[in-house]
């Protein structure tokens, strides 16, 4: 009884709930998304479309608890995979409590920008317009781009940040305080993201490949754990990775002349991946072609992607 009347005094005080960050691909949600917790989480790429499913992380502070839902960006599906993209980025506006709608500094609001608006307009809870990248303009220019997408919505805030640099990121969680519900507390103090190990290893790998191979491949590649086990004598991780790609001549371009690109990725995934376990890690990545994995249902769902929302 004396428990159940402490946390109720503690509710009371003790903010907490859901806020999804949206956005058009490549805006920077992950990149700010990371900056926030404090932990790299979601990857981040400069090719649009790298989150593919809804990331949950979690802020805690002694005024509350933020659980943080970061969506695949809306956009005009073109496959199962962008479709399954859409509609979990649309789902999420109606389960939370405060969105973060971030854009980049323009005083020209295209039709992507106002198709987000409008699903925005219909979510009934408070929009933050977040713009990001204010480092890489002047401050009469910044004000000028946020008054350009002040009639679009009545947001609850507008604030400029820079993701990248760290730049007035505590403006956002003091605003996204305001509009949260007294509640409980949804995780231990400590936790940083609802992700199993394997899922943020396979990411982390996607990133570099990502990165490596920078304009070489089309965005069509996936990464499968095929094995992630801890050694006996807990020393080692030891990691099997599958990267997938679509076509043969994608498959040449990941190995590289000699196997140096796969060695290349290999070695900087496997870095991020010992930083994020605390622990030597020795991973081995192959290679295979799966022809058009992302308009099947199965390979969609091996991958980590739900049917039911494709």
Partial sequence: ME?????????????????TLIGRPNVGKSTLMNHLIGQKIAITSN????????????????EGQIVF?????IHKAKNKLGEYMVSVAERTLKEVDAVLWLVEPSSFIGKGERHIAEQLSRAGVPVILVMN?????????????????RPLLDFADMIPVSALRGQNLDAVIRAIFRYLPYGPRYYDDDTVTDQPQRQIAAELIRE??????EEEIPHGIAVAIDQM????DGSIMDIDATIICEKDSHKGIIIGKGGTMLRRIGSQARREIEKMLEMQVNLQLWVK??????DSDFMLKNFGYDKKEL
Avoid: H
């Fill in 3 to 19: 428990n159940k009347m402490e946390n109720n005094a503690e509710n009371s005080r003790f903010k907490s709930g859901f806020v």
């Fill in 47 to 62: 090719k649009p479309q790298t989150t593919r499913s809804r990331i949950q992380t979690v802020y805690t502070s002694k």
């Fill in 69 to 73: 839902l970061d969506t695949p960006g």
């Fill in 133 to 149: 990248k204010k480092d890489t303009v002047d401050k009469a220019a910044l004000k000028g781009f946020l008054e350009a997408y």
């Fill in 208 to 213: 570099k490949a990502l990165r490596c191979l």
């Fill in 229 to 232: 086990k801890e050694r006996e």
């Fill in 289 to 294: 072609v799966k022809k058009d994995w992302r």
